[in-house]
C-alpha cells in the first residue's frame, strides 16, 4: 500500500501541529524527496545519524521521521567534508522525504510529554507546565507535563518504576535531603530531552524527571526541598517511537520501521 505525499504531510500535522512547536525550534520538513512518488515505507528514530541512513537506503524505506531535526542552524553550503552536510546529501540523493516533530510532538496532547508522565502510573490530577500561545484555551497541549500521584511512594520505588517503564538499568538521581530521610513524592513534572529551562518555572513538586540538567540547576533544586531524576537526553524520548509506529500505522496504513540502528550516543561502561 502507499499513500500520497500530501497526505504522509497532514497525517504528521495531525499528530504533531506545527505551530505547538517552541519558537526557537525547526519543525516539519527538513528534507524534500521525490512529490511524484507516494510513501511505501517508513522508518522512525530519534537522530538521524549515517548508520540510520544505510539503515533506510537498505531497508528501501522513502521517508523518514527524525524526532530531532537534521537541520537546525543556517546552512551556508553543502560539502562531502562536513559529517553532517554530507549526511544531507545522501539523503537528497536517496530521494528520502524527512519530517522532525520534535517540540511540537512534545506539547501535543497524547504527545511524548504525556507518555512520559504515564510512567508514573495513576494520577489523581494532571497538567502542562507552560501553555501554547497557539492554544492556550486547551490545558492538554503545551510543554512539559506535572501531576499529582494516585498513591504517594517513596523515590526509591518511583526510581525502580521510571527504569522498567524506560527499559534502562541505571539512572541518576539527586535526592533532596527530606527524600534521603524517607518522606514520600507526591508530586512530580516531568520534561522529555532537557529541562532545565522549563523546570524553572515549577513551584511545589517533590521530583523532576528529564534526560539532562545543568549542575547548578540541580544543586538548586535540591537545596529547595525537590529531587532529580536524569536518565541522559534521548532516553526519556525513544521509547515512544513504537507508539509513533502504531499511530502511523492506524493512519496511513503504510509499513513503518523503528530504527535498530538509533541508540543514545552514552553508553554507561
Not at 127 to 147: D, V, Y
Not at 157 to 174: P, T, V
Request: with cysteine; proline share 6%.
Amino acid at each position: 500500500m502507499t499513500v500520497p505525499v500530501a497526505k504522509f504531510f497532514e497525517t504528521l500535522k495531525t499528530i504533531a501541529p506545527l505551530e505547538l512547536a517552541a519558537e526557537w525550534d525547526n519543525v516539519g520538513l527538513m528534507v524534500e524527496g521525490t512529490q511524484s512518488n507516494p510513501i511505501d515505507s517508513i522508518l522512525l528514530c530519534i537522530d538521524l545519524t549515517h548508520a540510520v541512513i544505510d539503515e533506510a537506503i537498505a531497508q528501501g524505506v522513502n521517508a523518514i521521521v527524525s524526532y530531532h531535526p537534521p537541520i537546525f542552524g543556517g546552512i551556508k553550503r553543502l560539502t562531502r567534508r562536513s559529517p553532517s552536510q554530507n549526511l544531507l546529501i545522501r539523503l537528497i540523493e536517496a530521494k528520502i522525504t524527512v519530517w522532525s516533530p520534535h517540540t511540537a510532538l512534545d506539547a501535543a496532547e497524547n504527545g511524548l510529554g504525556d507518555w512520559l508522565l504515564d510512567c508514573f502510573g495513576e494520577l489523581k490530577e494532571r497538567s502542562t507546565i507552560t501553555s501554547c500561545p497557539s492554544a492556550p484555551e486547551n490545558p492538554a497541549i503545551g510543554m512539559g507535563r506535572q501531576g499529582r500521584l494516585s498513591t504517594p511512594r517513596p523515590i526509591e520505588q518511583l526510581a525502580d518504576e521510571i527504569k522498567s517503564y524506560l527499559s534502562l538499568s541505571h539512572i541518576r538521581i539527586a535526592k533532596a535531603q527530606r527524600h534521603k530521610e524517607g518522606a514520600s513524592i507526591k508530586r512530580v513534572a516531568v520534561c522529555p530531552g532537557a529541562g532545565g529551562t522549563l523546570f524553572s518555572s515549577v513551584r511545589h513538586v517533590d521530583l523532576l524527571l528529564t534526560g539532562e540538567m545543568r549542575h547548578h540547576d540541580i544543586l538548586s533544586k535540591v537545596s529547595n526541598g525537590t529531587s532529580v531524576i536524569l536518565t541522559d537526553h534521548t532516553n526519556t524520548e525513544r521509547g515512544y517511537l513504537p507508539i509513533l509506529q502504531e499511530r502511523l500505522r492506524s493512519h496511513l496504513g503504510v509499513t513503518v520501521h523503528v530504527s535498530n540502528e538509533d541508540a543514545d550516543p552514552l553508553t554507561i561502561f
